[in-house]
C-alpha cells in the first residue's frame, strides 16, 4: 500500500509504504495547507514505514487539500522522502448536514429549471422605463445542458452508480 489520495477526519487512520530505511531513524508525515498544518509520526518495520492514527487524534484534522512530506530524520541529517497530495473529508460525527449534490449536479439542475422557466416565456430581451434584461439563449442553454448531464453521467460511472455507454458501430 502507499498513501492515500483521501482520508475522513474522525475515524483510524493506517497505511504503510516500502521503504529500505535505518531502524534507527525517525519518520514523520507533514501535512500542509493554507490554514494548517499536521505532523504524523511513522514506524519503520521490517522494510516498511507505518502509519497509524487513532480515530481520537484524527477527529481534530481541518478538512481541505493538503500536500504531505515525507522527512527521515537520522541525527542531524533530515531528507526528504516524498511528497504529495492527500484530500482530509470533514468529520461526518460532527456534520449535522452535507452537500449531497456535486457541482455538476448543482448546474445541470439550475440548468434545466431554466429551460422550463424558458418555456413559458418566449422573450430573449426585453426593455421596461429604460432598463433591459438579455438572458442567456435558448440554444446556449440547450448545450449547457447537454455538456452537464455528460459530465454528471460520468460522475455517477465513476462513483458506480452508472454502468457506462457502450458504442456499437456497424460498417
Known sequence: MSEPLKIV???????SRPHTGEAAASYEYILLS??????ISAGYVDGEL????SAATSAD???????????ETIGQ?????????IEIKANPAQQSTSQALSHNEKMLSAIRKRLEGRILTDHEN?????????????????????DYAWKVHHER???????????????
Do not use: Q
Not at 541529517?77 to 497530495?85: K, P, T
Open 34 to 39: 493554507e490554514d494548517n498544518k499536521i505532523t
Open 126 to 146: 426585453y426593455s421596461i422605463e429604460g432598463r433591459s434584461l438579455s438572458r442567456i439563449p435558448f440554444d446556449t442553454l440547450k448545450k449547457l445542458e447537454t
Open 50 to 53: 507505518l502509519v497509524s492514527v
Open 61 to 71: 484534522y481541518a478538512a481541505g487539500v493538503y500536500n504531505w512530506h515525507l522527512l
Open 77 to 85: 541529517d533530515v531528507n526528504l522522502l516524498s511528497e504529495g497530495r
Open 157 to 171: 460511472v465513476a462513483r458506480g452508480e452508472r454502468k457506462a455507454h457502450r458504442s456499437v458501430r456497424f460498417r
Open 9 to 15: 477526519a474522525g475515524t483510524t487512520i493506517s497505511w
